[in-house]
């Protein structure tokens, strides 16, 4: 259902060059009609407004009930950061952060990991820009593994485009079976579709994404 509180976040996206329309290639190989590249978010006031986004989600979804939150390099960065940044100053939530580097550094402190530690038994929630066929995620996971003892509780995405992943279920059904936590989404594929139905002159548009989810959307949750 599209809320006004989503229809602000697809606009934010449009206003921002963020969600785009045309023809590209998605990070699971599939030729997509439509393309949200956080990239093009490159302003103070753009990764602000975005925390907020994200910050109502975890708020609304997780409380203060995790210890830290993990953004993968390289978008899920400045992610992560607007989010922890927004979670303080719009609900006094104050969780540390942390990345990992795409190359191990072999000088100074070493390692994978920049910012926060987690200790064994903490709980951490990956923030990250769009679940498409839970690649990302899983790479995330893979990257995450090298942390003894630390549980990933919750992801928390963007734009969940509704695709199916390994199977035909979906993406964000079989990350929640095959590692055991929920990932949540401000907006949907579907949300989208919505959105841009209010007004004729999207049709085109409309029409070239359904036929993609004809032949990628996900038979079933």
Sequence with gaps: MLTEKKKEFIEFMMESDVLRFGDFVTKSGRNTPYFVNTGNFRTGKQIAT???????????????NFDCMFGPAYKGIPLATAAAGALYNEYKIDKPYFFNRKEEKDHGEGGVFVGYKPQSGEE??????VITAGTAIRESMAILSKLDGVKVSATFVMVDRKEKGKTEKSAMAEVSDEFGFPVYSVVDVYDIIEYLEEDESNRENVDRIKAYLAVNGAKSN
Aim: charged share 30%; glycine share 10%.
């Design 124 to 129: 951490v929630v990956i923030v990250e820009d």
């Design 50 to 64: 975005l925390g907020k986004f994200y910050a109502a989600l975890i708020k609304e979804n997780c409380g203060d």
